[in-house]
Protein backbone atom coordinates (compact mmCIF):
# COMPACT_ATOMS: atom_id res chain seq x y z
CA UNK A 1 0.00 0.00 0.00
CA UNK A 2 1.30 3.58 -1.16
CA UNK A 3 2.46 5.37 1.98
CA UNK A 4 1.26 9.22 1.08
CA UNK A 5 2.16 10.44 4.73
CA UNK A 6 5.33 10.63 3.32
CA UNK A 7 4.32 12.77 0.73
CA UNK A 8 2.13 14.73 3.41
CA UNK A 9 5.10 15.58 5.51
CA UNK A 10 7.58 16.49 2.88
CA UNK A 11 5.03 19.09 1.58
CA UNK A 12 5.00 20.26 5.37
CA UNK A 13 8.29 20.51 5.69
CA UNK A 14 8.30 22.55 1.93
CA UNK A 15 5.70 25.00 3.34
CA UNK A 16 7.98 25.54 6.83
CA UNK A 17 11.26 25.73 4.11
CA UNK A 18 9.76 28.59 2.61
CA UNK A 19 8.34 30.53 5.81
CA UNK A 20 12.04 30.10 6.84
CA UNK A 21 13.35 31.97 3.82
CA UNK A 22 10.71 34.54 4.08
CA UNK A 23 10.75 35.69 7.79
CA UNK A 24 14.76 35.08 8.60
CA UNK A 25 16.22 37.60 6.51
CA UNK A 26 14.10 40.53 7.23
CA UNK A 27 15.07 39.52 10.93
CA UNK A 28 18.52 40.68 9.91
CA UNK A 29 17.53 44.08 7.83
CA UNK A 30 19.05 46.31 10.59
CA UNK A 31 22.13 43.99 11.07
CA UNK A 32 22.90 44.11 7.38
CA UNK A 33 22.81 47.90 7.99
CA UNK A 34 24.62 48.71 10.63
CA UNK A 35 27.48 45.94 9.73
CA UNK A 36 27.67 46.34 6.26
CA UNK A 37 26.99 49.51 6.09
CA UNK A 38 24.08 49.23 3.45
CA UNK A 39 22.07 51.90 2.57
CA UNK A 40 18.25 51.40 3.99
CA UNK A 41 16.97 52.12 0.47
CA UNK A 42 18.88 48.95 -0.66
CA UNK A 43 17.80 46.96 2.28
CA UNK A 44 14.25 47.18 1.21
CA UNK A 45 15.07 45.91 -2.19
CA UNK A 46 15.83 43.02 -0.62
CA UNK A 47 12.03 42.01 0.06
CA UNK A 48 11.04 43.47 -3.93
CA UNK A 49 14.30 40.86 -5.16
CA UNK A 50 12.52 38.47 -3.58
CA UNK A 51 9.23 38.42 -4.47
CA UNK A 52 9.88 39.22 -8.08
CA UNK A 53 11.89 36.28 -8.33
CA UNK A 54 8.97 34.22 -7.03
CA UNK A 55 6.85 35.80 -9.75
CA UNK A 56 9.13 35.22 -12.33
CA UNK A 57 9.38 31.18 -11.63
CA UNK A 58 5.59 31.49 -11.24
CA UNK A 59 5.40 32.34 -15.12
CA UNK A 60 8.27 29.83 -15.33
CA UNK A 61 6.35 26.92 -13.61
CA UNK A 62 3.19 27.59 -15.58
CA UNK A 63 5.30 26.51 -18.97
CA UNK A 64 7.59 24.22 -18.08
CA UNK A 65 6.88 22.24 -14.93
CA UNK A 66 5.15 19.59 -16.75
CA UNK A 67 8.31 19.29 -19.46
CA UNK A 68 10.53 18.49 -16.24
CA UNK A 69 8.66 16.67 -13.94
CA UNK A 70 7.37 17.33 -10.92
CA UNK A 71 9.90 14.75 -9.01
CA UNK A 72 13.03 17.08 -10.04
CA UNK A 73 11.45 20.47 -10.20
CA UNK A 74 10.39 20.07 -6.43
CA UNK A 75 13.77 18.45 -5.65
CA UNK A 76 15.16 21.46 -7.11
CA UNK A 77 13.29 23.73 -5.01
CA UNK A 78 14.75 22.16 -2.11
CA UNK A 79 18.09 22.59 -3.08
CA UNK A 80 18.02 25.90 -4.32
CA UNK A 81 16.68 26.81 -0.90
CA UNK A 82 19.05 24.82 1.38
CA UNK A 83 21.94 26.30 -0.98
CA UNK A 84 20.48 30.22 -0.70
CA UNK A 85 20.44 29.90 3.00
CA UNK A 86 23.97 28.88 3.36
CA UNK A 87 25.04 31.64 0.71
CA UNK A 88 23.35 34.07 2.86
CA UNK A 89 25.51 33.33 5.61
CA UNK A 90 28.71 32.91 3.79
CA UNK A 91 28.63 35.35 0.65
CA UNK A 92 28.60 38.34 1.70
CA UNK A 93 31.44 38.15 3.62
CA UNK A 94 33.32 36.49 0.41
CA UNK A 95 32.11 39.15 -2.20
CA UNK A 96 33.58 42.61 -2.49
CA UNK A 97 30.22 43.72 -2.19
CA UNK A 98 28.25 42.11 0.74
CA UNK A 99 25.10 43.20 -1.05
CA UNK A 100 25.61 41.55 -4.16
CA UNK A 101 26.64 38.72 -2.31
CA UNK A 102 23.17 39.08 -0.28
CA UNK A 103 20.71 39.35 -3.23
CA UNK A 104 22.66 36.42 -4.78
CA UNK A 105 21.66 34.31 -2.05
CA UNK A 106 18.04 35.68 -1.53
CA UNK A 107 17.51 35.19 -5.32
CA UNK A 108 18.29 31.38 -5.24
CA UNK A 109 15.94 30.86 -2.33
CA UNK A 110 13.34 32.76 -3.85
CA UNK A 111 13.45 30.84 -6.65
CA UNK A 112 13.29 27.69 -4.27
CA UNK A 113 10.55 28.97 -3.02
CA UNK A 114 8.50 29.79 -5.88
CA UNK A 115 8.72 26.17 -7.06
CA UNK A 116 7.64 25.29 -3.84
CA UNK A 117 4.66 27.35 -3.62
CA UNK A 118 3.41 26.35 -7.17
CA UNK A 119 4.36 22.34 -6.79
CA UNK A 120 3.07 21.70 -3.30
CA UNK A 121 -0.53 22.44 -3.60
CA UNK A 122 -1.20 20.33 -6.46
CA UNK A 123 1.52 17.34 -4.98
CA UNK A 124 -1.37 17.21 -2.16
CA UNK A 125 -4.33 18.13 -4.37
CA UNK A 126 -3.34 14.46 -6.41
CA UNK A 127 -2.64 12.42 -3.68
CA UNK A 128 -6.06 10.38 -2.90
CA UNK A 129 -6.57 12.04 0.35
CA UNK A 130 -10.62 12.85 1.85
CA UNK A 131 -11.95 15.73 2.25
CA UNK A 132 -9.18 17.79 0.03
CA UNK A 133 -10.00 21.19 0.94
CA UNK A 134 -9.50 20.47 4.32
CA UNK A 135 -5.73 18.41 3.83
CA UNK A 136 -5.33 21.74 2.12
CA UNK A 137 -6.01 24.17 4.19
CA UNK A 138 -4.12 21.99 6.92
CA UNK A 139 -1.07 22.04 4.49
CA UNK A 140 -0.95 25.91 4.79
CA UNK A 141 -1.38 26.26 8.21
CA UNK A 142 2.52 25.43 8.38
CA UNK A 143 3.56 28.60 6.72
CA UNK A 144 2.05 29.99 9.40
CA UNK A 145 3.81 27.62 12.18
CA UNK A 146 6.87 27.98 10.10
CA UNK A 147 6.67 31.29 10.61
CA UNK A 148 6.16 31.74 14.12
CA UNK A 149 8.81 29.24 14.81
CA UNK A 150 11.12 31.77 12.42
CA UNK A 151 10.78 34.28 14.63
CA UNK A 152 10.84 32.82 17.94
CA UNK A 153 13.19 30.70 18.09
CA UNK A 154 15.58 33.62 16.07
CA UNK A 155 14.89 35.83 18.71
CA UNK A 156 15.60 33.33 21.50
CA UNK A 157 18.84 33.09 19.71
CA UNK A 158 19.94 36.32 19.12
CA UNK A 159 18.79 37.32 22.95
CA UNK A 160 21.29 34.29 23.99
CA UNK A 161 23.56 34.40 21.80
CA UNK A 162 23.67 37.67 20.44
CA UNK A 163 23.24 38.85 16.52
CA UNK A 164 26.71 38.78 15.43
CA UNK A 165 26.14 34.60 15.34
CA UNK A 166 23.66 35.28 13.11
CA UNK A 167 25.41 33.26 10.06
CA UNK A 168 25.57 29.80 12.58
CA UNK A 169 21.38 30.13 12.50
CA UNK A 170 21.46 30.93 8.15
CA UNK A 171 23.11 27.51 8.68
CA UNK A 172 21.06 25.81 10.69
CA UNK A 173 17.79 26.85 9.13
CA UNK A 174 19.34 25.49 5.85
CA UNK A 175 19.10 22.23 7.19
CA UNK A 176 15.45 21.43 7.37
CA UNK A 177 15.28 22.00 3.53
CA UNK A 178 18.77 20.35 2.92
CA UNK A 179 16.99 16.93 4.96
CA UNK A 180 13.32 17.74 3.04
CA UNK A 181 15.57 16.67 -0.54
CA UNK A 182 15.30 13.24 0.80
CA UNK A 183 11.74 13.00 1.68
CA UNK A 184 10.71 14.83 -1.99
CA UNK A 185 13.27 12.45 -3.31
CA UNK A 186 11.77 9.01 -2.52
CA UNK A 187 7.76 9.58 -1.44
CA UNK A 188 5.34 8.73 -3.96
CA UNK A 189 4.10 11.74 -6.03
CA UNK A 190 1.09 11.09 -8.24
CA UNK A 191 0.70 13.53 -11.19
CA UNK A 192 -1.97 16.23 -10.90
CA UNK A 193 -3.67 15.83 -14.47
CA UNK A 194 -3.20 12.90 -16.96
CA UNK A 195 0.04 13.63 -19.00
CA UNK A 196 -1.07 16.06 -21.85
CA UNK A 197 -4.45 16.71 -20.71
CA UNK A 198 -3.81 19.64 -18.04
CA UNK A 199 -5.31 22.61 -19.22
CA UNK A 200 -2.76 25.82 -21.02
CA UNK A 201 -2.50 29.71 -19.99
CA UNK A 202 -4.23 30.28 -23.45
CA UNK A 203 -7.20 28.04 -22.23
CA UNK A 204 -7.73 29.32 -18.94
CA UNK A 205 -7.33 32.78 -19.99
CA UNK A 206 -10.72 32.26 -22.14
CA UNK A 207 -12.40 31.46 -19.45
CA UNK A 208 -14.28 34.59 -17.27
CA UNK A 209 -14.53 32.79 -13.89
CA UNK A 210 -10.68 31.80 -13.80
CA UNK A 211 -10.63 35.80 -13.71
CA UNK A 212 -12.03 35.87 -10.98
CA UNK A 213 -10.10 33.50 -8.96
CA UNK A 214 -6.87 35.31 -10.21
CA UNK A 215 -8.77 38.26 -8.79
CA UNK A 216 -9.37 36.41 -5.25
CA UNK A 217 -5.67 35.12 -5.14
CA UNK A 218 -4.51 38.98 -5.27
CA UNK A 219 -6.82 40.23 -3.13
CA UNK A 220 -6.28 37.42 -0.64
CA UNK A 221 -2.66 37.70 -0.64
CA UNK A 222 -2.61 41.76 -0.35
CA UNK A 223 -4.85 41.31 2.38
CA UNK A 224 -2.68 38.91 4.35
CA UNK A 225 0.66 40.92 3.59
CA UNK A 226 -0.08 44.26 3.63
CA UNK A 227 -0.90 43.64 7.50
CA UNK A 228 1.56 41.09 8.28
CA UNK A 229 4.43 43.28 7.12
CA UNK A 230 3.21 45.93 9.00
CA UNK A 231 2.47 44.30 12.05
CA UNK A 232 5.16 44.96 13.88
CA UNK A 233 5.48 48.49 13.00
CA UNK A 234 1.86 48.96 13.87
CA UNK A 235 2.60 47.28 17.21
CA UNK A 236 5.96 49.50 17.88
CA UNK A 237 3.78 52.73 16.39
CA UNK A 238 0.65 51.74 18.63
CA UNK A 239 1.87 50.49 21.94
CA UNK A 240 5.63 52.03 21.82
CA UNK A 241 7.19 48.40 22.12
CA UNK A 242 10.81 47.66 21.36
CA UNK A 243 10.73 45.96 17.64
CA UNK A 244 12.05 42.18 19.68
CA UNK A 245 8.41 42.76 21.52
CA UNK A 246 6.89 44.21 18.51
CA UNK A 247 8.01 41.30 16.40
CA UNK A 248 6.46 38.61 19.00
CA UNK A 249 3.16 40.82 19.57
CA UNK A 250 2.79 41.63 15.66
CA UNK A 251 4.00 39.01 13.12
CA UNK A 252 4.08 36.07 15.23
CA UNK A 253 0.88 35.92 16.88
CA UNK A 254 -0.34 37.40 13.60
CA UNK A 255 0.26 33.84 11.85
CA UNK A 256 -0.39 32.41 15.06
CA UNK A 257 -4.33 33.45 14.56
CA UNK A 258 -3.62 32.34 10.50
CA UNK A 259 -2.54 29.37 11.64
CA UNK A 260 -5.19 28.78 13.67
CA UNK A 261 -7.80 29.56 11.38
CA UNK A 262 -6.46 26.99 9.27
CA UNK A 263 -6.39 24.09 11.44
CA UNK A 264 -10.16 24.89 12.33
CA UNK A 265 -10.99 24.72 8.83
CA UNK A 266 -8.73 21.48 8.16
CA UNK A 267 -10.12 19.89 10.93
CA UNK A 268 -14.15 20.57 10.79
CA UNK A 269 -13.67 21.57 6.96
CA UNK A 270 -16.01 18.61 6.16
CA UNK A 271 -18.93 20.27 7.64
CA UNK A 272 -18.30 23.82 6.78
CA UNK A 273 -19.24 25.06 3.38
CA UNK A 274 -16.01 26.38 2.29
CA UNK A 275 -17.69 29.59 -0.08
CA UNK A 276 -19.50 30.70 3.75
CA UNK A 277 -16.67 30.69 5.67
CA UNK A 278 -14.33 32.73 3.15
CA UNK A 279 -17.30 34.86 3.12
CA UNK A 280 -17.37 35.33 7.09
CA UNK A 281 -13.63 35.52 7.42
CA UNK A 282 -13.69 38.52 4.22
CA UNK A 283 -16.25 40.15 6.59
CA UNK A 284 -13.94 39.58 10.12
CA UNK A 285 -10.99 41.27 8.17
CA UNK A 286 -13.04 44.50 6.68
CA UNK A 287 -13.47 44.80 10.83
CA UNK A 288 -9.77 43.99 11.38
CA UNK A 289 -8.69 46.83 8.90
CA UNK A 290 -11.44 49.02 10.28
CA UNK A 291 -10.17 48.45 14.30
CA UNK A 292 -6.73 49.01 13.31
CA UNK A 293 -7.22 52.40 11.37
CA UNK A 294 -9.96 54.27 12.84
CA UNK A 295 -10.05 52.87 16.43
CA UNK A 296 -8.47 55.71 19.24
CA UNK A 297 -7.50 52.94 21.16
CA UNK A 298 -4.04 51.44 20.91
CA UNK A 299 -4.87 47.71 22.34
CA UNK A 300 -8.38 47.59 20.23
CA UNK A 301 -6.10 48.55 17.33
CA UNK A 302 -3.24 45.67 18.05
CA UNK A 303 -5.80 43.31 18.60
CA UNK A 304 -7.35 44.14 15.41
CA UNK A 305 -4.32 43.53 13.81
CA UNK A 306 -3.49 40.12 15.68
CA UNK A 307 -7.37 38.81 14.44
CA UNK A 308 -6.82 39.92 11.17
CA UNK A 309 -4.55 36.81 10.95
CA UNK A 310 -7.39 34.24 11.65
CA UNK A 311 -9.26 36.28 9.11
CA UNK A 312 -7.11 35.92 5.87
CA UNK A 313 -6.34 32.30 7.56
CA UNK A 314 -8.54 30.31 5.00
CA UNK A 315 -8.26 32.95 1.60
CA UNK A 316 -5.06 31.72 0.12
CA UNK A 317 -5.83 27.84 0.44
CA UNK A 318 -9.70 28.12 0.32
CA UNK A 319 -8.95 30.19 -3.53
CA UNK A 320 -7.13 26.95 -4.32
CA UNK A 321 -9.52 24.39 -2.99
CA UNK A 322 -12.36 26.20 -4.73
CA UNK A 323 -10.36 26.78 -8.23
CA UNK A 324 -9.28 23.69 -8.09
CA UNK A 325 -12.78 22.24 -7.56
CA UNK A 326 -14.17 23.99 -10.63
CA UNK A 327 -11.03 23.28 -13.29
CA UNK A 328 -10.06 19.94 -12.69
CA UNK A 329 -7.70 19.34 -15.21
CA UNK A 330 -6.34 23.27 -14.92
CA UNK A 331 -2.91 21.59 -13.69
CA UNK A 332 -0.07 23.10 -13.30
CA UNK A 333 -0.42 25.97 -15.03
CA UNK A 334 -3.31 27.09 -13.01
CA UNK A 335 -1.41 26.12 -9.88
CA UNK A 336 1.18 28.24 -11.09
CA UNK A 337 -0.53 31.24 -11.90
CA UNK A 338 -2.96 31.12 -9.03
CA UNK A 339 0.58 31.73 -7.31
CA UNK A 340 1.68 34.39 -9.14
CA UNK A 341 -1.47 36.34 -8.38
CA UNK A 342 -0.95 35.72 -5.06
CA UNK A 343 2.57 37.36 -4.59
CA UNK A 344 1.46 40.18 -6.90
CA UNK A 345 -0.89 40.67 -4.16
CA UNK A 346 1.55 40.11 -1.80
CA UNK A 347 4.21 42.55 -3.21
CA UNK A 348 1.26 45.19 -4.46
CA UNK A 349 -0.27 45.34 -0.70
CA UNK A 350 2.04 46.29 1.50
CA UNK A 351 3.59 48.85 -0.99
CA UNK A 352 0.41 50.53 -1.27
CA UNK A 353 0.29 50.58 2.37
CA UNK A 354 4.13 51.64 2.78
CA UNK A 355 3.36 54.71 -0.14
CA UNK A 356 -0.27 56.08 1.98
CA UNK A 357 1.46 55.94 5.11
CA UNK A 358 4.63 58.04 4.09
CA UNK A 359 2.31 60.26 1.92
CA UNK A 360 0.26 60.69 5.05
CA UNK A 361 3.13 61.69 7.44
CA UNK A 362 3.83 58.33 8.43
CA UNK A 363 0.54 57.67 9.38
CA UNK A 364 0.13 54.08 9.64
CA UNK A 365 -3.56 54.17 10.53
CA UNK A 366 -3.81 55.77 7.16
CA UNK A 367 -2.36 52.84 5.85
CA UNK A 368 -4.77 50.13 7.50
CA UNK A 369 -7.63 52.46 6.03
CA UNK A 370 -6.25 52.14 2.41
CA UNK A 371 -6.14 48.70 2.91
CA UNK A 372 -9.05 47.94 3.76
CA UNK A 373 -10.45 47.94 -0.10
CA UNK A 374 -8.23 44.71 -0.32
CA UNK A 375 -10.76 42.42 1.35
CA UNK A 376 -13.79 44.85 0.29
CA UNK A 377 -12.83 43.25 -3.57
CA UNK A 378 -12.27 40.13 -2.43
CA UNK A 379 -15.85 39.44 -0.77
CA UNK A 380 -17.30 40.99 -4.13
CA UNK A 381 -15.22 38.36 -6.31
CA UNK A 382 -16.40 35.73 -3.74
CA UNK A 383 -20.03 36.99 -4.28
CA UNK A 384 -19.39 37.09 -8.29
CA UNK A 385 -17.81 33.67 -8.17
CA UNK A 386 -20.78 32.12 -6.32
CA UNK A 387 -23.04 33.30 -8.65
CA UNK A 388 -20.68 32.37 -11.95
CA UNK A 389 -21.00 28.60 -10.37
CA UNK A 390 -24.94 28.47 -9.93
CA UNK A 391 -25.39 29.86 -13.67
CA UNK A 392 -23.04 26.66 -14.78
CA UNK A 393 -25.24 24.38 -11.96
CA UNK A 394 -22.48 23.45 -9.86
CA UNK A 395 -23.63 24.61 -6.66
CA UNK A 396 -20.80 25.36 -4.10
CA UNK A 397 -23.26 27.05 -2.01
CA UNK A 398 -25.55 24.64 -0.33
Request: neutral net charge; glycine residues 10%.
Amino acid sequence: MTDYNKTKLACYLGFITQAIAANFAPLLFLKFHSYYGISLGNIALISTVYFFTQLLVDIFCAKFVDRIGYRVSIVVSEVCSSLGLVGLAFLPDIFPNAFAGILISVTVYAMGCGLIEVLVSPIIEACPFENKEATMSLLHSFYCWGSVGTIVISTLFFSIFGMDNWRWLAVFWALIPAYNIYNFATCPIVPIVEDGKGMGIRQLGKIPLFWVSLCLMVCAGASELSMAQWASAYAEAALGLSKAIGDLLGPCLFAVTMGISRIIYGKYGEKLNLIWFMLGSGVLCVICYLMTAFSTNPLTGLVGCILCGFSVGIMWPGTISISSKKFPTGGTAMFALLAMAGDLGGSVGPAVVGRVTQNAGDNIRAGMGVGLVFPIVLILMLIIYSYGTLNTKERLIK
